[in-house]
């Protein structure tokens, strides 16, 4: 199977062109094909969170995502979250503020699952974050610090 | 190379001091995806590997056929115990001598399910995992012994150097009023860091380039240099950002070598990512364990006697132990004590290190049984525990250098409202929630090595801090910006901190909770040297606006040097560089004992674990403290627990940084709820398996499982423990938090859960 195809992202608002077999994940074509590594692989199993970014706007598991189903729609990796003028994102400056990540390596996908969870209208109490917030483990343990900066970035972005 | 800067904003302005709040200043890397992992770099040419592991847990393999994974398109090369490159063995992490054997990555003779067996490397990853599944493996498969369990196991065998002994606690037992004796057990448990384990290795020449997560940089370099017989300083390790490790990134693994031989062989770098499932078994957790512990005491609760006996699984072919004695051996003072233990070889990866190892399961044997001895007695968990507060330690009859434990127990009962409890079993209650409260101690030692550090001051002002050691999210970074900026007089955002790479200043085993005590030590040396150094070329160069002053006048505060006899004048530290000439100030200092300032020893002390002290060495015993103080709710119909509400009180003694000290302290007892109610890793008995190896079924917590957390510091600067007064911090936390959580929930629900975890179906 060697195959290749030619795909066209649109990722963090650039048109990407790779060409990659067709059973490459889209964490793997973000991460090895296209070096943006603020995706992380965790455990490549759509178990644990690490690896989630944006399509059109809504939070999906990038491993367990084909490269080639995300043609035409948009991508939003954690490179892509700040600003044109590299502000950070509140959600960016409240795991900051609040220590919400210790490692480091969950962090990526609890900050692009946290602005969704936010969007969607989950972060309406701290119960209600901790349950919306669940599908991104993190083993350093940050989760009260997690609870805390999605509560203070969820008013900041009303 | 990574350099952190800290021009990033903060809060009030004693933040940049040691003991300031900064928030970490590896944060703006890590929060906008920018932070290298280890596998996050492409050299050119780089090609994927795949491990292939056994299927079988104990037997030999007959043959491999690769036939089909050779033929595969892009496939580079099968690797396999026939034809891959021969390396020797190293001296172990002790610095013992390696015996003069080649050593053997990839196994022919199967001692455990998962052990690496072959590899494929190709082009592309899916590549190497498509081919991966082509090889064929056929073995001659016997029985396995799947766990302590199996009654073939045997009892084991006595570690001579665990037991500790002092009175007579059998006869002491037999006389005993009171007697309590029962069987504590915890499963096998892993590290689960979320990034898995792996490497690139680029060799070029005979140097060996590696980008691999490590906690101990140095150790593991000597160990890759060993296996392939060139000198240390051909061996370039990164490491600036890690993962989490949690024990689990310390030393070198068989599949590292793997990577690094097939590097060698098709000469171009080579990528080997472990597999979620595969991080179960191509390095061990901790492992399963047993303790029968009997407690004497008289009917006021007062101990008279313990006597505990271990066991903890080992691989078949090495020795791993879990030092079960540790915290049942100093927690309480005892007349009459007896500890033993044996480890027990079944067919399994060698168990390794998982946070606090020993003092973790230590703490629930003797954290249950003192609480079911309250009970047996009739008094409060919490006045038992005062009742035989330990003045000294009774194990090594030595003062302790500060125990505020008794501080702890005040604070954290107060925190919780201890003291609105019940003490019947079962008789608090909302709805269909039986709610308990429990309460248990644990404890952490300080281990101690020497470090070593390189700061500079450069020309521009800009201060540089330099050291192999690492960050893997205990705050490293921050708190060494913190201890510099102090000692030198500068703001914190014109500090520069490198770590993560073997080409600088050594450092020691992140592990053992020493690091943060260590390095704080090492780059306040460094730091006074070079402060020291900068004052004196402030006086006696003649091109120094303060050349005419004497020695010891000048003060430095906030990067500007100042001079008391001529109030208000200053001068920046770049303008003194300036005028002077000179480009950079360098202070290369370390902490190892004169006697053994010399090439040999100070390569030893880096990259074997030979010179850590242990927490008696000295006049004084040291350790941390602490105590968790739990409320359960539980099902009345299902049993299942939640943990609603936590204090804890924690002695660490002095926080280099209290706001990153805290998110350490609250991630310890985050891992010990998970140890307490989900964490098990569960073997078939037939098939030596792990069969939940993936994190859908090994749970570790979720956001939703984790309560508020509260945690209070009880420490105090504690000088003898370490120069700057920091004890333990990073493994602390998660003893003790167990314990506390299974006797809430016997208070919850009167059963007494003595085996982790603390399931539904052993409540009803």
């Keep these: 199977m060697t195959n290749e195809t030619i795909l066209h992202l649109d990722v963090n608002g650039q048109t990407q062109t790779l060409t990659v077999e067709p059973r490459v994940t889209l964490l793997d074509a973000l991460r090895d094909h296209l070096e943006l590594t603020g995706t992380k692989k965790g455990c490549d199993q759509g178990q644990c969170g690490a690896c989630t970014v944006h399509v059109d706007g809504e939070r999906v598991l990038s491993c367990l995502t084909l490269a080639a189903q995300v043609e035409g729609r948009k991508i939003t990796t954690i490179e892509g979250l700040s600003d044109a003028g590299g502000d950070l994102h509140p959600v960016q400056e409240a795991f900051l503020e609040h220590d919400a990540f210790q490692c480091g390596y969950c962090t990526p996908g609890q900050i692009m699952s946290a602005v969704a969870c936010i969007r969607e209208g989950h972060a309406g109490s701290d119960d209600e974050i901790r349950e919306y917030m669940s599908g991104n483990l993190c083993r350093c343990g940050a989760y009260p610090h997690i609870v805390e900066a999605v509560r203070e970035a969820a008013k900041v972005m009303s | 190379m990574t350099i952190i800067d800290t021009k990033m904003k903060h809060g009030d302005a004693s933040d940049g001091i040691l003991g300031g709040r900064l928030s970490r200043i590896d ?13 996050e770099h492409f050299p050119e040419g ?108 045997g009892e084991g065998y006595l570690i001579d150097m665990m037991t500790k002994e002092w009175g007579d606690a059998e006869a002491a037992l037999a006389t005993a009023p009171v007697r309590i004796e029962q069987e504590y057990r915890t499963p096998r448990e892993y590290n689960v860091p979320i990034e898995p384990h792996g490497l690139i290795a680029h060799w070029e020449g005979d140097k060996l380039t590696l980008w691999e997560p490590s906690q101990w940089i140095d150790g593991m370099s000597r160990t890759y240099a060993e296996w392939f017989g060139i000198p240390f300083e051909n061996v370039r390790m990164l490491s600036p950002y890690i993962g989490g490790g949690f024990g689990s990134k310390a030393l070198p693994t068989r599949y590292g070598a793997v990577a690094a031989i097939a ?47 271990g066991a903890n699984e080992t691989s078949m072919d090495d020795v791993a132990v879990e030092p079960l004695g540790s915290v049942i051996s100093i927690m309480y003072a005892t007349p009459n004590f007896s500890s033993r233990q044996n480890i027990v070889p079944v067919n399994t990866v060698k168990p390794g290190a998982l946070r606090a190892p020993g003092e973790n399961p230590s703490a629930f044997g003797i954290e249950c049984a003192i609480d079911e001895l309250a009970y047996e007695v009739g008094i409060d968990p919490l006045d038992i525990r005062l009742l035989n507060y330990a003045e000294e330690d009774p194990s090594a009859n030595k003062p302790w250098s500060t125990r505020r434990l008794r501080e702890a127990y005040a604070a954290g009962a107060e925190a919780f409202g201890w003291a609105k409890r019940n003490p019947r079993v079962r008789s608090m209650r909302e709805g269909k929630q039986l709610i308990g409260y429990g309460v248990a101690a644990g404890t952490y030692p300080v281990r101690r090595t020497p470090g070593e550090a390189m700061v500079r001051i450069l020309s521009n002002g800009t201060i540089e801090v330099a050291s192999s ?128 300032q010399n090439d040999k020893d100070h390569f030893r002390n880096f990259t074997t674990i030979s010179t850590m002290k242990s927490p008696t060495e000295g006049d004084y015993s040291l350790h941390s403290w602490c105590v968790h103080f739990v409320e359960v709710r539980v099902d009345v119909d299902f049993g299942t627990v939640r943990v609603s509400r936590m204090v804890s009180a924690l002695d660490s003694g002095r926080l280099y940084n209290p706001k990153l000290a805290e998110s350490q302290w609250k991630g310890g007892i985050i891992m010990g709820i998970g140890q307490a109610l989900l964490e098990e890793g569960i073997v078939d008995p ?79």
């Design chain 2, 469 to 596: 050691g690492i960050d893997m999210g205990q705050g490293t970074y921050t708190i060494l910006a913190q201890t510099a900026a102090e000692a030198i007089g500068v703001p914190v955002e014109t500090v520069v901190v490198k770590l993560g790479d073997s080409s600088l200043p050594r450092a020691p085993v992140a592990g053992g909770s020493q690091l943060a005590n260590l390095m704080t030590g090492a780059v306040h040396k460094a730091a006074h040297a070079a402060r020291d150094e900068l004052i004196g070329l402030a006086i006696n160069d003649p091109n120094s606006p303060f050349r005419d002053l004497q020695a010891n006048t000048l003060t430095i505060e906030a990067g500007q040097i100042l001079s008391p006899r001529d109030a208000g004048s200053s001068v920046s530290i770049a303008e003194v560089m300036r005028r002077t000439g000179r480009e950079r100030i360098e202070a290369l200092r370390n902490t190892l004992p004169e006697e053994h």
């Design chain 2, 27 to 39: 944060g703006p890397a890590k929060i906008t995806g920018t932070a290298d992992y280890a596998m």
């Design chain 2, 46 to 153: 780089m090609a994927h590997a795949v491990i292939i592991d056994s299927t079988i847990a104990s037997g030999r393999i007959l043959a491999i056929d690769s036939a089909a994974a050779e033929a595969y398109p892009g496939v580079l090369l099968v690797l396999t115990p026939d034809n891959a490159l021969p390396i020797k063995t190293a001296t172990d992490w002790t610095g013992a001598p390696p015996p003069a054997v080649p050593y053997e990555p990839l196994a022919r003779d199967i001692t455990f399910s998962g052990q690496h067996i072959a590899a494929v490397i190709a082009g592309t990853f899916e590549q190497a995992t498509a081919a991966a599944a082509l090889v064929k493996v056929t073995y001659e498969e016997t029985t396995p012994i799947s766990s302590f369990d199996d009654p073939r196991s």
């Design chain 2, 263 to 309: 590097a060698k062989m098709l000469d171009r770098p080579v990528k080997l990512a472990i597999t979620r499932p595969q991080t179960f078994t191509a390095f061990g957790g901790r492992p399963a364990t047993r303790q029968t512990i009997a407690l004497g005491a008289t009917r006021e609760g007062k101990l008279l006697s313990i006597r505990h006996r």
């Design chain 2, 686 to 764: 037939r098939h030596g398996r792990v069969m939940n190896n993936n994190l859908g079924d090994y749970l570790i917590p979720t956001n939703a499982d984790i309560p508020d957390l509260q945690v209070i510091s009880v420490g105090i600067p504690d000088t003898h423990a370490s120069v700057l007064g920091g004890k333990a911090v990073g493994e602390l936390a998660i003893v003790g938090v167990a314990p506390a959580i299974a006797n809430a929930v016997y208070h919850a629900t009167g059963v007494r859960v003595r085996e982790l975890p603390v399931t539904l179906e052993k409540l009803i």
